[in-house]
Nanobody
Framework: HLQLVESGGGLVQPGGSLRLSCAAS????????IGWFRQAPGKEREGVSC????????NYADSVKGRFTISRDNAKNTVYLQMNSLKPEDTAVYYC???????????????????WGQGTQVTVSS
């Protein structure tokens, strides 16, 4: 059974930090780019960050540059999203997705993402 599972979401105050994890079971992430996306109520899903299969290239949405860091541990079959200096506008359900290619895209509609997780809620509020 192929599955991507996000974890690490929760409620945090503005300025706080969270680390999201995206763990794969039933298949390896070794050769696949991974993207993190988010969707706030009433808004379209948007790309947050992505990382190539080797981890050698990363990309970030302008809104999170300098605050979020994506990384991966292929030995653990897991990709992480470290989120610092969180703002209320970061509140959303966060999803990870596995690309069918070694590269990745910040567009959730690029057509390269075959597998999606169920999402984890991140709420930034005082």
């Amino acid at each position: 059974h192929l599955q991507l599972v996000e974890s690490g979401g929760g409620l945090v105050q503005p300025g706080g930090s969270l680390r999201l994890s995206c763990a794969a079971s039933g298949f390896t992430l070794d050769y696949r780019g991974i993207g993190w996306f988010r969707q706030a109520p009433g808004k379209e899903r948007e790309g947050v960050s992505c990382i190539t299969s080797s981890g050698g290239n990363t990309n970030y949405a302008d809104s999170v540059k300098g605050r979020f860091t994506i990384s991966r541990d292929n030995a653990k079959n897991t990709v992480y999203l470290q989120m610092n200096s969180l703002k209320p506008e970061d509140t959303a359900v966060y999803y990870c997705a596995a690309s069918s290619k070694f590269w990745c895209s910040l567009s959730p509609w690029s057509g390269v993402y075959d597998d999606w997780g169920q999402g984890t809620q991140v709420t930034v509020s005082s």
